[in-house]
Antibody, heavy 121, light 110 residues
Framework: QVQLVESGRGVVQPGRSLRLSCAAS????????MHWVRQAPGKGLEWVAVTSYDGNNKYYADSVKGRFTISRDNSKDTLYLQMNSLGTEDTAVYYC??????????????WGQGTLVTVSS | QSVLTQPPSASGTPGQRVTISCSGGRSNIGSNTVNWYQQLPGTAPKLLIYSSNQRPSGVPDRFSGSKSGTSASLAISGLQSDDEADYYC???????????FGGGTKLTVL
């Protein structure tokens, strides 16, 4: 079955960078769009970014545009989120989610367990 | 402030039917299908309804979705204590070129 395992959790100071990874298994990773979604403590879900199956199409939430970069390595079945210029508002659990089809347009049908990122001095 | 508007809370007694609304605009719900996610306490979200009214395999038929114009609804019939969770609607927004979520509705089973 689909398995998504995020890693890269940690405490980072404001202004610093962090890279998250999501290892995928149980499906043909290179055939599906992939998303990052985050949830601040005690708050609702916030979509962060999506990449199409081949990495050629990427979209971002306004709140992270210009600071975060989503990428994928289909040879390693791994999704990444490079986060730069982190602020305290980026403190959240970050979930990796699988798209239902190859594009950025389809809903997310499976989720990882999430990884906590804390931005604090 | 979320692009999609949901009531912050809803409640019902066991066996009852409850509905949760999700209101948007022409560029999101008005143009695209709606998906619903259930998040049980302390766990990752789970897909409940996709394409406005389709249930993934394994989701009981007590859960149903509908869409009309720029609004969507999730209905839960035969309410059970296990249904106590947060529920979120989500869809693609053509104007923003982004996925958008509702603020979430906390369902309490009394």
């Amino acid at each position: 079955q689909v398995q998504l395992v995020e890693s890269g959790r940690g405490v980072v100071q404001p202004g610093r960078s962090l890279r998250l990874s999501c290892a995928a298994s149980g499906f043909i990773f290179s055939s599906y769009g992939m998303h990052w979604v985050r949830q601040a403590p005690g708050k609702g879900l916030e979509w962060v970014a999506v990449t199409s199956y081949d990495g050629n199409n990427k979209y971002y939430a306004d709140s992270v545009k210009g600071r975060f970069t989503i990428s994928r390595d289909n040879s390693k079945d791994t999704l990444y989120l490079q986060m730069n210029s982190l602020g305290t508002e980026d403190t959240a659990v970050y979930y990796c989610a699988k798209g239902h089809s190859s594009s950025w347009y389809s809903h997310f049908d499976s989720w990882g367990q999430g990884t906590l990122v804390t931005v604090s001095s | 402030q979320s692009v999609l508007t949901q009531p912050p809370s809803a409640s019902g007694t066991p066996g009852q039917r409850v509905t949760i609304s999700c209101s948007g605009g022409r560029s999101n719900i008005g143009s695209n299908t709606v998906n619903w996610y259930q998040q049980l306490p302390g766990t990752a979200p789970k897909l409940l309804i996709y394409s406005s009214n389709q249930r993934p395999s394994g989701v009981p038929d007590r859960f149903s979705g509908s869409k009309s114009g720029t609004s969507a609804s999730l209905a839960i019939s035969g309410l059970q204590s296990d249904d106590e969770a947060d529920y979120y609607c989500a869809t693609w927004d053509d104007s923003l070129s982004a996925w958008v979520f509702g603020g979430g509705t906390k369902l309490t089973v009394l």
